[in-house]
């Protein structure tokens, strides 16, 4: 089967589940992905050949709504190649817009404090992608990672391991309120699950069936449940001088940045690259 063939039978069979866009990504997705070329070199050689066993079931799969990136087993951010699986979300662009501001804040820091080791900690780590990319492109940070899940947390290390960066993980629930950890953090990042179960059926098949419930939907009715409890960790655990970077739901953003300001914090918020209000930095 060759690439215009396979696109013959993602577009008769799939046509009615997703948009023309969604499939054509998909399909450039699996082709590069069965031949292990590029989407160019395909493009420029139809003539390739795609395992047809192997591109039926990956058809199959994405008629039940699984998301390609669990199909395959992988999900790109930025340079890195992650494993991804129903364990943990799948890494999306607007992270990557947030990792590059939190890079800016950890330069400065680093040319303004040349003799420190930045302490950073992201809560919540899922895949791992935050940390991993943090300490690839800023290899002297001191990076730690946490997470509820156990089985996040496999992922992430096994993420981890394959880029050879040094993170310390840890086991904790944030909403614990005892929880103490021996370090004060110069920076602290969460993406942390802020929808209500209210908002639940306002969601997609895609998402709802297939993400994990613990890293998406608060436990109760309050949509900043996660943020008061990292506000309340964050006193003991912030340095004086420190920063929290959040990413938030763009209904929900400036209920957040409310919240912190009515804390005696200020605030940044900025737009991701669809003009919503995406990002949020805190500090004293």
């Given amino acids: 089967m060759n690439f215009k063939e396979a696109e013959q039978v993602i577009i008769q069979e799939c046509a009615s589940l997703y ?4 499939l054509k990504e998909c399909m450039k997705r699996i082709a590069e992905h069965l031949t292990q070329k590029s989407y160019m070199e395909i493009r420029l050689n139809p003539a390739i050949e795609l395992d047809e066993i192997e591109f039926r079931h990956i058809v199959a799969q994405l008629k039940t709504h699984k998301p390609i990136q669990y199909i395959l087993g992988y999900e790109w951010f930025g340079h890195l190649q992650l494993k991804v699986n129903e364990q943990v979300l799948i890494p999306r662009p607007e992270t990557e ?13 680093e040319r303004n404090q040349a003799d ?46 394959r880029y050879d960066v040094g993170i310390e993980f840890i086991h904790a629930d944030i909403l614990d309120e005892t ?19 209210d908002e639940k059926n306002e969601m997609e098949a895609i998402v709802l069936d297939f993400e994990p419930d613990i890293a998406l939907f608060v436990s109760n009715q309050d ?32 209920e957040v940045k409310n919240f912190f300001e009515q804390q005696g914090m200020q605030t940044k918020l900025r737009n991701d690259m669809y003009g919503n209000e995406r990002m949020l930095k805190v500090w004293k």
């Fill in 19 to 22: 948009s023309e866009g969604e």
């Fill in 223 to 254: 949509s900043l449940q996660f943020y008061k409890a990292i506000f309340h960790f964050a006193r003991v655990h912030l340095t004086d001088s420190g920063f929290l970077f959040f990413e938030v739901g763009k209904q929900h953003a400036l």
């Fill in 179 to 197: 929880l103490m950890l021996n370090t004060r953090f110069d920076i602290i990042i969460s993406n942390p699950p802020y929808i209500t179960l």
């Fill in 116 to 161: 420190k080791r930045i302490q950073v900690l992201d809560i919540g780590t899922g895949s791992g992608c935050i940390p991993i990319w943090l300490k690839t492109k800023c290899p002297r940070i001191e990076m730690t990672a946490m997470d509820i899940s156990k089985g996040a947390l496999a992922i992430a290390l096994e993420n981890s391991d």
């Fill in 97 to 109: 817009e947030l990792v590059c501001w939190i890079k800016e804040e950890i330069d400065f820091m």
